[in-house]
């Protein structure tokens, strides 16, 4: 994904529903990786189609705090979502 500042980013939502967030704005803390959990995952067939999020992620480097917000739904495709 890119931001509204043009920076790079990368959200992974798992069917268990914990999330991973990285991105190379300077305004985050270089290199770090941001975990969270709560994610609601839709599942069809097995197979994870689509997520909706409104969860505080923490950082691995300082431990600081990011709030991602927002839904993602994958239509047809390969996985027949």
């Not at 270089?30 to 069809?44: F, P």
């Not at 197979?47 to 927002?70: E, K, M, Q, R």
Request: charge should be negative; proline fraction near 2%.
């Amino acid at each position: 994904m890119t931001s509204d500042k043009g920076t790079f980013g990368s959200i992974a939502v798992l069917a268990d529903g914990s999330i991973t967030f990285t991105s190379g704005a300077p305004e985050l803390s270089g290199n770090a990786v941001y975990t969270g959990t709560g994610a609601q995952v839709v599942l069809t067939n097995e197979i994870p189609c689509g997520f909706a999020l409104d969860n505080d992620l923490t950082g691995s480097t300082d431990g600081g705090v990011v709030h991602l917000s927002g839904t993602l739904m994958i239509r047809g495709g390969v996985f027949e979502c």
